[in-house]
Nanobody, 121 residues
């Protein structure tokens, strides 16, 4: 089992900045991917940004140039720095952790509890 503890989020004005953090603990293997997804009521949960333990990064087109994902492998922690926030960034942001757990590629996926980000004046 892997536990995820998120922090950050809150209310910010348009154009403002926020930083999210997510720390993983438990049965963590050598190779994993962490990331952030977001969801608004009635819609599916969408990928925002992901980063592998080796440093490979992927962003959703809608956040490129505004959001930066980073990680501290010594702490198994991932960060999401968000700048130039827009009202359409308002959502519940979920931390995601996934890793391969056996030789045939079975993947275990874990989610954080979610943190609300509201961009409003």
């Amino acid at each position: 089992q892997v536990q995820l503890v998120e922090s950050g989020g809150g209310l910010v004005q348009p154009g403002g900045s926020l930083r999210l953090s997510c720390a993983a603990s438990g049965s963590i293997r050598t190779i994993y991917t962490m990331g952030w997804y977001r969801q608004t009521p009635g819609k599916q949960r969408d990928m925002v940004a992901t980063i592998t333990r080796g440093g490979l990064i992927n962003y959703a087109d809608s956040v490129k140039g505004r959001f930066t994902i980073s990680s501290d492998n010594t702490k198994n922690t991932v960060y999401l720095q968000m700048i130039s926030l827009k009202p359409e960034d308002t959502a519940v942001y979920y931390c995601n952790f996934r890793q391969i757990v056996d030789t045939i590629g079975t993947q275990s996926i874990y989610w954080g509890q979610g943190t609300q980000v509201t961009v409003s004046s």
